[in-house]
């Protein structure tokens, strides 16, 4: 699987969005770019995942560059309870393959 | 819908018992499952690639002996450590894998070991 490099932490504003970017310069053709978040003291929560057209679903957006080396998180509104661990993370989705986790960048969201 | 459950939240234990945390899918069916360990203020870590009906595939330095893995079902999974030990404290994380066009991993809400 390919590596990914992220921000150790970042902050944002309430209300304001939160863009988290993550560099995967080694992608492969197949691999798809995932994104997780992880709560303090929880199990890891799925948010979108994509391979090479932007994605949006109701939590999130995926920004991915055209030559797929990166990618960005977007949190259109982000409130206090998205603080959190975002982990980003490329592998293939054909098949049930293991993620391999990062450090992932710490996400405060203040008031 | 993917719903992932492990029971027990919490567990303590004595050092030199063993320990059985159990991982379910409670909406789909899931051949592969993976097992996770998370130490504190550090990332998961995989431990074990587990798949129903087959023994598990353990990731390099995981004790494969201490860390008991059994898939007998498309809907459980379940991690014994035998004879624990209070390095063995961790938070131990499940998932499991749904196919929708692609894989998706669907995590449990994580199990916290704590051997005294």
């Known amino acids: 699987d390919a590596k990914t490099t992220q921000p150790p932490s970042m902050d944002c504003a309430e209300g304001r969005a939160a863009n988290l970017p993550c560099n995967h310069s080694?992608?492969?053709?197949?691999?798809?770019v995932y994104w997780y978040r992880q709560i303090h003291s929880q199990g890891p929560q799925y948010i979108i995942h994509?391979?090479?057209n932007n994605e949006t679903n109701e939590m999130a957006s995926l920004i991915i560059t055209e030559d797929r080396k990166s990618s960005t998180l977007i949190l259109p509104h982000a409130t206090l309870r998205d603080t959190a661990v975002y982990y980003c993370?490329?592998?293939?989705?054909?098949?049930?393959?293991?993620?391999?986790f990062g450090d992932g960048t710490t996400l405060t969201v203040k008031p | 819908g993917a719903v992932v459950s492990q029971h027990p939240s919490w567990v303590i234990c004595k050092s030199g018992t063993s320990v059985k945390i159990e991982c379910r899918s409670l909406?789909?069916?899931?051949?592969?499952m993976f097992w996770y360990r998370q130490f504190p203020k550090q990332s998961l870590m995989l431990m074990a690639t587990s798949n129903e009906g087959s023994k598990a595939t353990y990731e390099q330095g995981v004790e494969k002996d201490k860390f008991l893995i059994n898939h007998a079902s498309l809907t459980l999974s379940t991690l014994t450590v035998t004879s624990a030990h209070p390095e063995d404290s961790s938070f131990y994380i499940c998932?499991?894998?749904?196919?929708?066009?692609?894989?998706?991993?669907?995590f449990g809400p994580g199990t916290r070991l704590t051997v005294t």
């Open positions: 909406d789909f069916q899931a051949t592969t």
């Open positions: 993370i490329v592998r293939v989705g054909t098949n049930a393959g293991k993620s391999t």
């Open positions: 080694t992608i492969s053709g197949n691999e798809y």
């Open positions: 994509g391979l090479k």
């Open positions: 998932s499991a894998a749904l196919h929708r066009g692609t894989y998706e991993q669907y």
